[in-house]
């Protein structure tokens, strides 16, 4: 799949507006209660354990297939068309996890019908100070996302530096701030140079990726 832009060349970075993290779950019917017991399983079972995704090359993939590859195990992708979908069938057992936004699996979680293992952003949440994050049991893993804002490449420096600006103003007010909340996210700016080492790191650290797992978009 070529996308008809290039989303570096073709894209100054202004500023990153948001954070948000996953969540690794498990359908409870599997017996490891941490994230080594897990991969543990993983590897006396090779194969065995199934994972759903929104798609195939879909974030939810890729931070499955990072942590398949940074843990050398076997674990068979499930590709959905969308992150609910992939939801029904980890409750129904169907498939064995999933790493997904907390908004699609915590209400799961509350209920009983899902369990975590950890997060992968490198910290421990402050809303959930008892759950490891993955980097935890495998070190240098994270597969947190973002949100920011780009103008068409040439737009003039000073107008970049102005909209950041704003950008920083705007996440530090209240109601905007709780309306993040409201979908576990988190306000977050970082201004264009922060912003653009961001992107190239997490492109350099997906294309290897998808690279070594030869993904290729339908």
Do not use: C
Request: aromatic share 6%; net charge positive.
């Amino acid at each position: 799949y070529k996308l008809p832009y290039d989303p570096v060349k073709d894209i100054t970075p202004v500023a990153m507006a948001a954070a948000g993290s996953m969540f690794l779950a498990v359908h409870p019917s599997i017996k490891a209660v941490n994230m080594k017991a897990f991969l543990d399983l993983s590897r006396a079972q090779p194969g065995a354990l199934r994972y759903g995704s929104g798609g195939i090359g879909s974030s939810t993939h890729l931070a499955a297939e990072l942590l398949r590859q940074m843990t050398k195990t076997e674990m068979l992708h499930v590709p959905y068309k969308g992150i609910g979908a992939a939801l029904v069938d980890l409750i129904g057992g169907q498939i064995q996890f999933y790493i997904a936004p907390g908004a699609a699996l915590l209400p799961h979680v509350n209920t009983g019908k899902l369990r975590l293992l950890g997060i992968t952003t490198l910290q421990r949440s402050p809303e959930f100070p008892d759950l490891p994050a993955i980097h935890e049991t495998v070190p240098g893993y994270n597969a947190s996302f973002w949100y920011g804002l780009g103008t068409p490449q040439g737009t003039p420096r000073q107008v970049v530096d102005r909209l950041s600006q704003e950008v920083a103003a705007i996440v530090k007010l209240s109601d905007v701030q709780k309306r993040l909340q409201g979908d576990d996210l988190k306000a977050a700016h970082a201004g264009p140079e922060a912003f653009a080492k961001m992107i190239r790191e997490d492109i350099e650290r997906y294309a290897r990726v998808v690279k070594a797992a030869n993904i290729r978009m339908e």
